[in-house]
């Protein structure tokens, strides 16, 4: 894929968002300053996006500072977000980045990225101490409400028979296997939430984010959907390593922004939310739906065989308490959230429909 500057979400997607959320919450942001970390990750450019277009829409005249490890590169690849009014960029590590000498109202942590380079310590490092360093400055900053972006992932193995989990459940990743690093500074992470709460007295939301899909979504990374999505849109064969049994559900990016900044503007104080959708598939039969959604000629091969009697690995929560308590809307149907991720994918490197 070709490192050209970004384009923005559809329009109708990030007016879905400013109208999940509606005009009396958003106007709880009107003249406040918002301190975003991961900002120029996924999870932060779909939040990013969609308080800008609700500012303009709702005339909000909000402040953003988004820390970002290397501002020019926002600046180029995303330059409708970084050099967008009310922005401002602060160049630093999560874990080490120095404060900035402001008041902050509201401070959201996407600092979410995994990457499949880093080694279990670095990991770990990097979601327990980011997350610590942006709860102290949360409170230097004095602000009212905190945001972060934790992960299913601190759920550890899905016992076989639960069809999604529930917030309420308890059961943890495996302390014994060093490839739990990721799940595991999870469950620090939300734990330091919980610290600052009762010590600080801040008021910390937590999001528990599953899988998704939609533009911004990287084709050429670790995520099966975008790899599956890429050879789609080439016609070329989708090939699936493993045995093709584990379990995902997919909320799109426009839905996932929408249920975020419901948690942030009118979910319950310290409360926790499953953010994810509620469909599971196969990894074989994602690629499969993939394929006819988008009327492909690629064919899917499984190359690994099923364990014998071994129940598949499930990645999929229950969001009942999040579709109740925050009343939103129904999610994007998974075809439909499937084809217009490879249309945006398209109009953004003018590949042909």
């Known amino acids: 894929?070709?490192?050209?500057?970004?384009?923005?979400?559809?329009?109708?997607?990030?007016?879905?968002?400013?109208?999940?959320?509606?005009?009396?919450?958003?106007?709880?942001?009107?003249?406040?300053?918002?301190?975003?970390?991961?900002?120029?990750?996924?999870?932060?450019?779909?939040?990013?996006?969609?308080?800008?277009?609700?500012?303009?829409?709702?005339?909000?005249?909000?402040?953003?500072?988004?820390?970002?490890?290397?501002?020019?590169?926002?600046?180029?690849?995303?330059?409708?977000?970084?050099?967008?009014?009310?922005?401002?960029?602060?160049?630093?590590?999560?874990?080490?980045?120095?404060?900035?000498?402001?008041?902050?109202?509201?401070?959201i942590h996407a600092a979410t990225d995994v990457v499949a380079s880093a080694t279990p310590l670095e990991t770990f490092d990097t979601c327990v101490q980011g997350t610590r360093r942006v709860l102290d400055l949360a409170v230097q900053a004095g602000a009212q409400r905190v945001l972060l972006v934790s992960s299913g992932a601190m759920y550890g193995r899905q016992p076989e028979g639960q069809e999604g989990v529930p917030e309420s459940w308890l059961g943890a990743p495996?302390?014994?296997?060093?490839?739990?690093?990721?799940?595991?500074?999870?469950?620090?992470?939300?734990?330091?939430?919980?610290?600052?709460?009762?010590?600080?007295?801040?008021?910390?939301?937590?999001?528990?984010?599953?899988?998704?899909?939609?533009?911004?979504?990287?084709?050429?990374?670790?995520?099966?959907?975008?790899?599956?999505l890429r050879d789609a849109m080439a016609g070329q064969p989708i090939v699936i390593q493993g045995d093709g049994t584990a379990l995902r559900s997919y909320l799109y990016a426009a839905d996932m922004a929408a249920w975020l900044w419901a948690i942030l503007l009118r979910g319950e104080r310290g409360g926790t939310y499953n953010v994810g959708g509620g469909e599971a598939v196969s990894i074989a039969q994602l690629a499969r739906r993939i394929a006819q959604a988008l009327a492909s000629p690629s064919a899917v091969t499984v190359q690994g065989q099923a364990g014998g009697g071994m129940a598949p690995d499930r990645y999929v929560p229950d969001t009942r308490k999040a579709l109740g308590a925050l009343a939103l809307g129904v999610p994007l149907a998974l075809d439909e959230a499937i084809r217009r991720t490879a249309a945006w994918h398209r109009a953004a490197t003018d590949l042909p429909a």
Request: charged share 20%; with cysteine; glycine share 10%.
């Open 1 to 107: 894929m070709p490192h050209a500057a970004l384009r923005p979400p559809f329009e109708s997607d990030l007016e879905a968002v400013t109208d999940a959320i509606g005009a009396a919450d958003w106007a709880q942001l009107r003249g406040r300053h918002v301190f975003l970390t991961g900002g120029t990750g996924f999870v932060g450019k779909w939040l990013l996006a969609s308080l800008l277009h609700a500012g303009r829409r709702f005339a909000l005249d909000c402040r953003i500072t988004v820390l970002s490890r290397n501002p020019q590169a926002f600046r180029s690849e995303a330059p409708f977000l970084a050099q967008a009014p009310g922005v401002s960029l602060l160049q630093g590590d999560v874990r080490s980045f120095a404060w900035p000498d402001q008041r902050f109202d509201l401070v």
């Open 174 to 228: 495996d302390i014994r296997d060093a490839r739990s690093a990721y799940g595991e500074g999870k469950r620090a992470t939300e734990w330091l939430g919980a610290a600052y709460s009762k010590q600080h007295g801040l008021d910390v939301r937590v999001a528990r984010c599953f899988a998704f899909l939609g533009p911004y979504l990287p084709l050429d990374k670790h995520f099966a959907l975008g790899n599956f």
